[in-house]
């Protein structure tokens, strides 16, 4: 009878097979404790639109429904973290439990799902990312979600384009495999944190364009090159050209020596938006204008310290800037210090 019982759980999928399900359960409390822990990583198996709808901050949506369920998250997640699943009631993200521990992941399951999360009044948010919203000079708009980091990716009427993509940073992972795949995809240098195979390849199918420098280029064995001071038309409104981005302070040249690694300045039907890569406050800076948008980054040694940065950015004159690639550098001193220069500082989720 134990035996008749197990297997029709099974069926209702509360347990994957008639004998020992392989995964934990656990209530609302359990599995909010879980979500805080930053060895853990939080997985809605639910549709895109329902994700869209409303899910727990921090969660990767993959929908458990689709074919290649397995080799998405396979692509994202690590055998080393914890992988804690929920669905809307607990029964798909069982199922997805039970095919994520037969490969291998540790997995916890909340029992009754988003409902119960909702129910117990813990908060849901609509996007994982922060996002910034511009209009071009036509009226068009470019939404920019801050991934992590150096990774930046960019919506712009139907297109996506992807700045350094990672998958992983520290104890964060960024959710390409539920991201579009990317029509134009930039990567500055080969660096960790900028550069990433698994990525790329995540984001892109025979229509990506993808621009890296030299070095990055050889080491996929394909993309376009772009050096310093080229410039690209790559699309009818859609230009790039590549920048210097450098170190220049003794003892530091090794990180990134002069001539290999590239910044970008995006031209998107008239939105000048500059990344500027790894770099510290170089000449080369005076020579770039009318900047709408600036990312500029700030830990040293291997960027900017927060003066070498205020200092760019007085050079540089943005409309708008973001600090990026800040690491553990302490950035919130620069609105102040650029109030007067008249840029806008945004600080977002860029450590």
Request: glycine content about 6%; charged content about 25%; hydrophobic content about 40%.
């Amino acid at each position: 009878m134990k035996k008749i019982i197990t297997c029709l759980l099974a069926t209702l999928g509360l347990t994957s097979a008639c004998g020992q399900q392989n995964f934990e359960n656990t209530d609302v409390k359990g599995f909010a404790e879980l979500a805080a822990n930053p060895n853990a990583v939080i997985v809605d198996v639910r549709t895109a639109e329902e994700f869209n709808e409303g899910h727990i901050d921090g969660a990767l949506n993959i929908d458990v429904k689709q074919e290649d369920f397995l080799k998405k998250a396979k692509a994202v997640l690590s055998t080393e973290k914890k992988i804690a699943v929920y669905c809307r009631s607990g029964r798909r993200s069982a199922n997805a439990a039970e095919m994520l521990a037969a490969e291998g992941y540790q997995c916890v399951n909340l029992q009754g799902g988003i409902l119960a999360w909702k129910e117990a009044k813990m908060p849901v948010t609509t996007d994982d990312y922060e996002v910034d919203v511009f209009k071009t000079k036509s009226g068009k708009t470019v939404k920019f979600h801050a991934l992590v980091h150096a990774s930046i990716r960019i919506e712009y009427d139907g297109r996506e384009i992807q700045i350094d993509p990672v998958t992983q940073l520290g104890n964060k992972v960024i959710g390409y495999a539920a991201m579009p795949k990317a029509d134009y995809l930039f990567v500055t240098h080969e660096h960790g944190d900028h550069f990433d195979k698994e990525a790329i390849k995540m984001l892109s199918n025979d229509k990506t364009r993808l621009v890296t420098n030299k070095r990055c280029a050889d080491m996929l064995g394909t993309g376009e090159v772009m050096s310093n001071g080229d410039k690209m038309q790559i699309a009818a409104d859609f230009t790039v050209e590549a920048v210097p981005a450098y170190n220049t302070t003794e003892g530091h040249l090794q990180f990134h020596p002069k001539g290999r690694d590239n910044g970008y300045i995006l031209t998107i039907d008239g939105l000048r938006i500059y990344i500027a890569g790894d770099t510290e406050d170089i000449p080369e800076m005076s020579e770039i204008k009318d900047i709408d948008i600036a990312f500029l980054p700030c830990n040293q040694p291997y960027t900017m310290t927060t003066e070498q940065l205020v200092k760019a950015a007085k050079t540089v004159q943005p409309r708008v800037l973001f600090p990026y690639h800040y690491g553990k550098t302490d950035v919130s001193t620069i609105p102040a210090l650029l109030k007067e220069a008249g840029v806008e500082v945004r600080i977002r989720h860029y450590e």
